[in-house]
C-alpha cells in the first residue's frame, strides 16, 4: 500500500506533534503519555488529519518515541498517515550549550534515530530545523542524497530558512525541496507585512527576509505554518486592545460561519496564495476536532473579511 505522500495528495492541515510524550526532560515515557498520544492522534485522523509533524528533539525525543508506540499497536495506520520529522538542534547537554548541527554525519545519525524511535523503515519528509552557519551546503547534500539513495527518506524541506538559504543548499542538491516551516499566524504576521512595508520607514524594523514567500511559491516550496493558533491568543488569552477586537472578530465570523473560531484562524492562513499548510499542535484531543473545518472545507473568507481580520489584528491601518 502506498502513502499518501507517495499519492502526492497536498495535505492542507498538519498535526505537530510537539505536545505528545509527558515532559520537557529526559524522564521516560509512561502508559499515560502513550494514552494521551493515542487519543490526540484519533482526533486528528477523525478531523481529516493524515500529515504528523515531528523533530527529534520534541520532549527530548520522547514525543517520536510514544508516536512509534501508537504505530505499533495500530496496524495499518503507518500506510494511511504521512510521517515527517526535523533534525538539525541539539538541546543543551551538561556544560555544553544547545547547538545547531547540520553536518551530514550528524544528519544521517539523527535520521537513523528517528526511525528506531518511530518505528518505521522511511520517513515521508525530513525537515532540516534550523539553519547551521557551519554547515556546508554540498556535505548536507551528500548526506540527504545518501538518505534518499537508501529508501529511508523520500523528500526533503527546511524549516526556518529563508530565500537564499534554500537556493544555496538547493544549488548543490538534486532532489527538490519540498517545504519550509515557519512561523506565521495572524499574531506573528512578519512574512505578510514585509510585502507591503516596501518603501517604508517600518520595513528595516520588520527582520523578515523579503522574497522568500515568492520564491517559495516560484519553486514548489510548500509553505508550513508552525504556530499557527498563535498560542491561544485569538481563542483564549488576550493582552492588548488589538488582541481583544481580533478575538471578538475571530469569535463573530466563527457564528456567521457555522464553524469555530479556531478554524476562522486557520482558514485566514489557508485563504493566502501561497498555499499556506498550518500546523496544530496542541495535545488535547478537544481543541484538535476544533481545527476540523480547516482540513476538510476550503477557506470560507471573503476578501474583505481576510483583510479585516489582518488590519484589526495590526491595530492600524495599512500604509
Known amino acids: 500500500m502506498t502513502t499518501n505522500a507517495e499519492k502526492g495528495g497536498e ?30 492522534v484519533e482526533a486528528a485522523l477523525d478531523s481529516g488529519i493524515t500529515t504528523f509533524d515531528h523533530a527529534d528533539i520534541y520532549r527530548h525525543g520522547k514525543a517520536e518515541a510514544v508516536f512509534g508506540e ?6 495499518g495506520l503507518r500506510e494511511r498517515i504521512v510521517l515527517q520529522t526535523k533534525c538539525g538542534i541539539r538541546l543543551a547537554d551538561g556544560d555544553r550549550p544547545g547547538i545547531y548541527d547540520l553536518r551530514g554525519g550528524s544528519i544521517v545519525r539523527r535520521v537513523e534515530e528517528s526511525l528506531g524511535r518511530l518505528r518505521t523503515d522511511v520517513l515521508d519528509v525530513l525537515l532540516l530545523h534550523r539553519p547551521d552557519p557551519l554547515a556546508d551546503p554540498e556535505d548536507i547534500a551528500d548526506a540527504l542524497t ?37 512561523e506565521m499566524s495572524l499574531h506573528r504576521r512578519d512574512w505578510l507585512e514585509a510585502g507591503v512595508l516596501v518603501n517604508t520607514h517600518e520595513a528595516a524594523a520588520n527582520g523578515f527576509p523579503l522574497g522568500t514567500l515568492e520564491h517559495c511559491r516560484a519553486n514548489g516550496v510548500r509553505l508550513q505554518a508552525w504556530g499557527a493558533l498563535a498560542q491561544g491568543r485569538f481563542t483564549g488569552r488576550q493582552e492588548t486592545p488589538a488582541e481583544r477586537a481580533t478575538a471578538q472578530l475571530v469569535t463573530s465570523l466563527a457564528e456567521a460561519k457555522g464553524t469555530t473560531p479556531e478554524t476562522v484562524l486557520l482558514w485566514w492562513l489557508q485563504r493566502h496564495p501561497a498555499r499556506i499548510a498550518p500546523v496544530i499542535g496542541s495535545a488535547r484531543p478537544d481543541r484538535v ?7 476538510r472545507r476550503e477557506p470560507e473568507l471573503t476578501h474583505e473579511e481576510w483583510y479585516r481580520l489582518w488590519i484589526t489584528a495590526r491595530g492600524a491601518a495599512l500604509p
Open 70 to 75: 501508537v504505530l505499533a499497536r495500530a496496524p
Open 146 to 182: 545518501s538518505l534518499h539513495r537508501q529508501g529511508l527518506v523520500r523528500s526533503f524541506g527546511v524549516s526556518n530558512m529563508s530565500a537564499a538559504q534554500i537556493s544555496t543548499l538547493q544549488s548543490c542538491l538534486g532532489l527538490p525541496l519540498v517545504a519550509n516551516q515557519l
Open 11 to 40: 495535505q492542507r492541515l498538519l498535526y505537530g506533534c510537539m505536545g505528545l510524550g509527558g515532559s520537557w526532560d529526559t524522564t521516560p515515557h509512561g502508559a499515560a503519555d502513550i494514552a494521551a498520544a493515542e487519543a490526540a
Open 289 to 295: 476536532r476544533a481545527c476540523g473545518d480547516a482540513a
